[in-house]
């Protein structure tokens, strides 16, 4: 009997035509899918109760249904909730690439991405000033205290060969880890308590060398400073409750630190649905793949026989007191953000002005921020996200106590808990 596709299974069926079509087939492809014209209207959607684990059965189309485009306004716009604050800020002029010549990261606007930093944590915090909205997030900092960042670099190659990495693929961009790092020493951080990191992925020549600060630390698994796993921190591993999942050790750049700030990169992903806040920390352990039934993937992906709804090994690793009690502040880089899969090249988003998506997302409750960003990306592609499991993590991680679970519309009626803010500058 033939099975239908779901949306999930066709979007990972293209992820895998890639390596026959090339990248530039690839990018061919996104473009005329995010050129469509966009539907009649956009309204808030009723998130229906995920009631099994069943696939769909929707039948995949080549193009994606886009959304029309709503006008950002100055002020928020929708009604705030009396939970965590998710601040979205928006500005047309934080980039400037065409989508077709040379790299996208060379058309970031410096001055905007620290003017949305900065207007972000003061809208987050409630702080009148940058430095005072810093010592908020920061509280009872001294020298010798540090920060890490944990920044997103899932496409730049593994291996020395990521040093040098220069293609169009989207990963994290230093802008915006220079304009925190400049709101943080106005209140009197020091560059060297500062630790850029991802544990498995290479930082490549073309972050590091932008970075506007000389005395901060980058850490990886080749360029930089070696990341290294030799703590005898009692919390220093993540323990699976999965009998398959074998412990996986965190990076002593981590463990070390004293405050974490999270800066994920709001993308949709082939086998998980997205890739946002949580999933973010898979670069923070030793390794995601292992052996046999000894990988991560697996039981995070829907449409794999070893998912379960109610299990997620995200949930646990944000579990872990050096990510769950560290973390002072995430930050969702939306400012190219990717659509369709997590290792393409950025295209245009129907639902922003058919331009770059040009967000930053503020937050301290990583639940609430990844419901939004999942709330944004579901927005463009016209789908609901519990239709494809894609939002189980979330749930188990507010049962878990990690924060706030709810869907809404980003774009109109808002949220009735979290309190959403959407702000163009």
């Known amino acids: 009997m033939n099975t239908p596709l779901s949306r999930r299974k066709w979007l990972k069926m293209m992820a895998g035509l890639a390596g026959g079509v090339g990248l530039v087939g690839v990018q061919r492809i996104l473009t005329t899918a995010a050129t469509k014209a966009p539907t009649a209207s956009l309204t808030p959607r009723a998130y229906l109760p995920l009631v099994s684990n069943a696939r769909p059965t929707a039948t995949p189309t080549a193009t994606r249904t886009r959304t029309p485009t709503p006008t950002p306004t100055r002020t928020p716009t929708v009604p705030a909730g009396s939970g965590p604050k998710v601040i979205h800020l928006h500005s047309t002029s934080a980039t400037s690439w065409d989508f077709s010549s040379g790299w996208y990261g060379d058309h970031v606007s410096q001055s905007k991405v620290t003017e949305m930093i900065d207007r972000g944590v003061k809208e987050l915090t409630g702080q009148p000033t940058v430095a005072a909205a810093w010592g908020a997030l920061l509280p009872g900092y001294l020298a010798g205290k540090g920060i890490a960042i944990k920044v997103n670099f899932n496409n730049s190659h593994t291996g020395s060969d990521g040093c040098n990495d220069s293609d169009n693929i989207i990963d994290a961009l230093i802008e915006p880890v220079n304009a925190l790092i400049g709101g943080m020493k106005l209140n009197g951080v020091r560059e060297q ?60 750049v981590l463990i070390n630190a004293t405050y974490l700030i999270n800066l994920p990169i709001i993308k949709e992903h082939g086998i998980s649905g997205v890739t946002l806040g949580f999933k973010n920390h898979f670069g923070s352990i030793q390794y995601v793949m292992g052996s046999g039934t000894d990988n991560l993937h697996d039981y995070i992906e829907p449409g794999n026989a070893a998912y379960s709804a109610n299990y997620s090994p995200t949930v646990e690793i944000n579990q872990n007191p050096h990510i769950r009690n560290k973390t002072v502040l995430i930050v969702g880089d939306g400012l190219y953000g990717a659509l369709i899969n997590t290792n393409v090249v950025p295209t245009r988003w129907q639902s922003l002005g058919n331009a770059a998506c040009n967000s930053l997302f503020f937050a301290r409750d990583p639940v609430a921020l990844d419901c939004v960003m999942m709330d944004l990306l579901y927005a463009e592609s016209n789908q609901q996200p519990g239709a494809d499991h894609v939002d189980d993590y979330l749930k188990l991680a507010a049962t878990a106590g990690l924060g706030v679970f709810e869907h809404g519309d980003p774009w109109g009626s808002g949220y009735t808990t979290i309190n959403y803010a959407r702000i163009s500058l």
């Open 193 to 252: 308590d500062i630790w850029i990191y991802d544990a498995l992925r290479a930082i490549p020549a073309r972050f590091r060398t932008r970075c506007a600060y000389a005395g901060v630390h980058f850490v990886d698994s080749a360029c930089a400073e070696s990341v290294t796993f030799e703590s005898t921190d009692p919390n220093a591993a993540v323990t699976f409750a999965h009998a398959n999942l074998n412990p996986r050790r965190l990076a002593d």
